[in-house]
């Protein structure tokens, strides 16, 4: 009942958000339509300009007819984006969705490992931080984090670029793989992929872990001082029981939303990472189409990361109630 | 301060605990604070002692250093022996962990104060059976069977409590669930830190009549620390009254409670509110409990004592019987005044059968 009526909202936003998408073609200035009307009479150099074919071709670029009543273009446009067709990319002259199915898998590559690395290494850190609450090792560890924590993304991977690929030469300095290397499931192809994933992915790391790991330092201390760790103890549970399934589970378990949330936001923050090292992502695209004023393409980025987060945030809901037993996802369960 | 002679009335016959000149200390920045100071004190075997003192008297730390499990940075000094049913009686303080770790919950269990969160939220009741079982390694099929005897005799469904999450339970079913938990291992002694603290009245008394049930059919030794003297008048055997981290008295319950021989114990019995005593003649005792820091010198309740002198500013006195025969004592200097100068306004103790 609950994730039928979950999903039921999650078409809503859905919705919400292709209209909103659709609302922001037609209201900024110099829109698509005229963008295309511009550079049309810009290369035809006369104002006879065909009225219907110019309406034609902006149609085909971003599914709306600006000769049709409003409700006909609303109506076209949402049909076609459930239809998957996101439109036509004006710079790049392909469709936004394929585009977008060739960019989006580098950047859920980078992201999937970025944010795993950023909360394994967090939650570890975190709970031996908790451990030793108050040793020098914790405050230490505090002080890092805090700093690493405030220092942004891409300043980190000025930095990395800076230091590591341009000055000594470690690391490739940009792309997303070896030019020349054909596409396969070689050991050569992942190594080279992974390898030109490792700054990107770093800088992402580095500056995120410390977030993380204070707030499972801080979790897992409160925990640590329930009664029912006492009483674990006081029943002979040994140590490494107690503190993964007692502490570790139960600090952790507040982190699962900011978790699928994190990966949605990452999709977004993805795009100036993508451009500082020239990763041909989502994020590369979308800053591509910003400064080339191509509307489709613009409005599909959007579009895929606000589903993104949004399927992030619906799983995150829908699975809750598997990892925590106290947020029933139904009635199957009584209390008494 | 003297030192407390192990005397007739903390020495028992078969005793299941000697617990002897036993402190407690916590380092603190403004000195050391002595929560428990050199207590000793005997539990019977088969006998419910009822240990009783207002909050910061130290009785935690009295439960908590019989299982050797003061919280850190808590240090316990001192000695107690624990006397099993057959085998050799064991230094519990400065037990290797793993030995420590035999006794606790085999021998010894304890029920906590905080009834309410002693479960893991995220496992069911069942589990935690299950994982006490295993650790200790016990046949866990056999001892789920007696978990579900324990909690039918609680008067729980088992299929329903052991499936359920803890946060599924009310508080005195979680109660319940957490003294089947205790006994599960079969052990000899149960120690409660008030564990009736986060129940409604007719809770408390519905599990205190549980304890006596349960202690009566597995001839369990029960310590139950409380700081409700009616609470615990119908289940004690004994009754040992702790002021200022030292026993003042210790005596038979009913002896206690009609014939109490330490002002403080007195006191305590004439400021028990009543429903039927009107407020204006509820008696609180002046003052306040001591520091842990700064215990006065001479009897610790001398600054509240109507009976106080010099004598009792100078010299402590010790938990003493005046007839070797009695086991009813007080540590007083002027036992023999106490009766008349402060009289029991208590109009009634129920007997206790």
Redesign the interface.
């Given at each position: 009942m609950y994730a039928l009526k979950r999903v039921g909202q999650a078409a809503v936003t859905l919705l919400s958000v292709i209209t909103i998408t659709f609302a922001l073609i037609r209201a900024l200035p110099g829109g698509p339509g005229d963008a295309i009307r511009a550079q049309v009479m810009q290369s035809g150099g006369s104002s006879n300009v065909d009225m219907t074919q110019l309406n034609a071709l902006v149609e085909s670029y971003t599914n709306v007819d600006p000769s049709t009543p409003l409700y006909v273009q609303y109506w076209d446009y949402v049909t076609s984006i459930l239809q998957g067709d996101l439109g036509q990319s004006i710079w790049y002259g392909r469709p936004v969705s394929e585009i977008i199915v060739q960019a989006l898998p580098w950047t859920v590559l980078l992201l999937t490992i970025a944010i795993l690395l950023t909360f394994a290494i967090g939650i570890v850190l975190g709970a031996a931080m908790a451990y030793a609450e108050g040793t020098d090792f914790d405050v230490g560890s505090t002080v890092v984090s805090m700093l690493l924590n405030s220092v942004p993304y891409y300043i980190a991977a000025i930095l990395l670029v800076y230091f590591l690929s341009i000055q000594f030469g470690v690391f490739p300095q940009s792309g997303n793989v070896s030019s020349g290397l054909e596409p396969s499931l070689s050991l050569s192809y992942v190594g080279d992929v992974l390898y030109h994933a490792v700054l990107p992915v770093a800088s992402l790391v580095i500056t995120g872990f410390g977030g993380t790991a204070i707030t499972m330092r801080g979790n897992a201390i409160q925990e640590i001082g329930e009664d029912y760790i006492r009483v674990a103890h006081l029943r002979g549970v040994p140590g490494r029981r107690i503190a993964v399934r007692y502490v570790g589970r139960n600090a952790i378990l507040p982190m699962y939303t900011q978790f699928m949330i994190s990966v949605g936001f990452m999709f977004g923050g993805s795009v100036i990472l993508e451009q500082i090292f020239a990763y041909p992502g989502l994020g590369y695209y979308l800053l591509e189409a910003i400064s080339t004023r191509d509307y489709p393409l613009m409005m599909g980025g959007f579009l895929v990361i606000a589903v993104a987060v949004m399927i992030c945030v619906l799983i995150a809901d829908l699975t809750y109630s598997r990892i925590d037993p106290r947020i029933s996802d139904d009635d199957a369960r009584e209390a008494y | 301060m003297t030192t407390m002679q192990p005397t007739d009335v903390s020495t028992v016959e078969d005793p299941i605990f000697e617990v002897r000149n036993t402190s407690v200390s916590f380092d603190m920045a403004r000195g050391e604070s002595n929560v428990l100071d050199s207590v000793s004190m005997d539990v019977r075997r088969g006998e419910v002692l009822g240990v009783v003192g207002e909050s910061g008297s130290g009785k935690s730390m009295f439960a908590s250093a019989l299982?050797d499990?003061v919280?850190d940075p808590g240090m316990v000094t001192g000695d107690i022996t624990f006397h099993p049913e057959s085998g050799e009686p064991v230094e519990i303080l400065g037990l290797p962990e793993d030995e420590i770790?035999?006794i606790?919950?085999?021998q010894i269990?304890?029920v906590?104060?905080?009834a309410m969160?002693?479960?893991?939220?995220?496992?069911?009741v069942g589990a935690?059976f299950e994982?006490?079982l295993s650790?200790?390694d016990r046949p866990v099929e056999a001892g789920m069977d007696r978990a579900r005897d324990l909690l039918s005799e609680l008067y729980l469904e088992p299929a329903?409590v052991l499936g359920?999450?803890p946060?599924?339970?009310?508080g005195g079913?979680k109660q319940r669930a957490l003294i089947a938990?205790a006994l599960v291992l079969d052990p000899e002694v149960l120690v409660m830190d008030e564990p009736t603290a986060a129940l409604d009245l007719l809770m408390q008394r519905n599990i205190i009549e549980l304890i006596k049930q349960i202690a009566a059919e597995r001839d369990l030794t029960i310590v139950f620390i409380t700081h409700d003297l009616p609470l615990v008048a119908n289940l004690a055997d004994r009754l040992a009254v702790l002021y200022a981290f030292e026993f003042v008295e210790v005596g038979p319950a009913y002896e206690v409670l009609t014939g109490a021989k330490h002002p403080y114990t007195r006191a305590l019995l004439n400021s028990t509110p009543n429903l039927d005593t009107p407020r204006e003649e509820m008696q609180p005792i002046a003052g306040a409990a001591p520091d842990p820091v700064s215990v006065p010198d001479g009897c610790s309740y001398h600054p509240r004592c109507p009976l106080a002198d010099e004598r009792c500013v100078e010299e402590d006195p010790p938990l003493d019987a005046d007839d070797p025969a009695d086991d009813h004592a007080a540590a007083c200097h002027y036992v023999e005044r106490v009766r008349e100068e402060i009289p029991l306004t208590l109009q009634e103790v129920r007997r206790h059968e």
């Open positions: - | 299982l499990a919280v770790k035999r606790r919950w085999e269990a304890m906590f104060q905080g969160s002693s479960f893991n939220p995220t496992m069911t935690h994982e006490t650790v200790h329903q359920s999450y946060h599924e339970l009310s079913m938990l």
